[in-house]
């Protein structure tokens, strides 16, 4: 499987994840969120934060148990 993806505690409450993800082709999602599931399960974990194109999510994703917590926008500006 080509993806890396980094699986941490919020320190507010240690049973929350966040992830990062990281994959070489976006039609391996489904997969590597299942092993991703079952990694963070292991860990005690009991729910995961994963911030994702909604493109993405509209694809990939909205097949898993899942709560929307807000859309975000996030702006980049060219630095001089």
Known sequence: MDA?????????NRSKGRVSLWVKETDII???????????????FRK???LID???????LDRYPHEV???EVILTQKLK
Not at 4 to 12: A, C, P, V
Not at 33 to 43: G, P
Not at 54 to 60: A, D, S, T
């Open 48 to 50: 995961l934060i994963l």
């Open 54 to 60: 909604e493109h993405l999510y509209m694809k990939y």
């Open 69 to 71: 917590i807000s859309k």
């Open 30 to 44: 489904p997969e590597v969120i299942d092993t991703l599931a079952s990694v963070a399960t292991d860990l005690k």
């Open 4 to 12: 890396y993806f980094i699986l941490e505690s919020m320190w507010g």
